[in-house]
């Protein structure tokens, strides 16, 4: 008998991997973003979603029950992955104002890594959220984001670092728009413009705007700005020197 090649996998470890209920049900999964994406909730298919996760229909219906239950399962694998990141950023140990710009950077690199999110999210918006509505992980899993920017804003507007009393969600979804929208409607903004808004130094300058922009809303002063706002940088108390201000910020969007 002759020896299997060192590129082989055994046909025991293939058995064993397809038979291992967790990788299996990560595999449909992963394989279930990839349709529901491409071809919506109403054009995805069961059977191209099972081969491509290597596994018969038979089983998707085991572990899930149905279609819209695997689409469902799917929008929870995707909001469940941003919110474990967003939770790592441990915002509740951060200066105010170098939290909200670490909650900014980190949005929109996000984003930018995972178009996937955006074209589910899409797909589920001209949908209305039926389907979302059905879960309950998804709002369980994103009130601990509103409760750390919630803190931010409250400890960087007592300490003086704020100047604006803000509603932490209003906060939120301004900046999920300022990260969006150059993402979801990157081919027609390149083509509308006749510039590569996908290009790096772009988007590097796209992440300091809309740093700038939001840390100017709450009151933050730029370079520019000789009166306006409170800072405190990396110190927990008013900055009221309009130089040391403005060098705080710059410190911050370096």
Not at 74 to 88: C, T
Not at 184 to 204: K, V
Not at 216 to 227: M, Q, S
Request: include cysteine.
């Amino acid at each position: 008998m002759r020896p299997l090649p060192r590129t082989a996998t055994p046909v025991r470890a293939v058995s064993a991997r397809k038979r291992d209920p967790i990788m299996t049900r990560d595999r449909v999964l992963r394989a279930g973003i990839v349709e529901f994406c491409r071809h919506g909730y109403i054009g995805a298919r069961i059977d191209q979603i099972a081969k491509r996760a290597d596994c018969n229909m038979r089983m998707i219906y085991h572990y899930f029950g149905s279609k819209e239950k695997l689409y469902v399962a799917v929008l929870e694998r995707v909001f469940g992955e941003l919110r474990l990141e967003e939770s790592r950023l441990h915002l509740e140990h951060l200066d105010p104002a170098a939290g909200v710009v670490r909650l900014v950077e980190f949005t929109m690199d996000h984003l930018g890594r995972h178009p996937e999110f955006i074209a589910l999210l899409g797909n589920e918006n001209l949908l209305r959220g039926k389907y979302l509505r059905k879960s309950h992980v998804v709002p369980r899993a994103s009130a601990p984001l509103l409760e750390a920017i919630r803190g931010l804003l409250d400890r960087g507007h007592v300490c003086g670092v704020f100047a604006r009393d803000t509603d932490p969600l209003q906060l939120y979804v301004s900046i999920l728009s300022l990260c969006y929208v150059h993402v979801s409607n990157r081919y027609t903004l390149s083509i509308t413009f006749d510039r590569d808004i996908t290009d790096a130094g772009w988007l590097d300058a796209r992440r300091r705007h809309v740093q700038q922009m939001v840390l100017a809303y709450l009151g933050v002063p730029g370079d520019n700005d000789e009166n306006g706002g409170r800072h405190a940088g990396n110190r927990n108390e008013p900055l009221h020197d309009p130089d040391r201000r403005r060098e705080a910020h710059r410190r911050l969007l370096r």
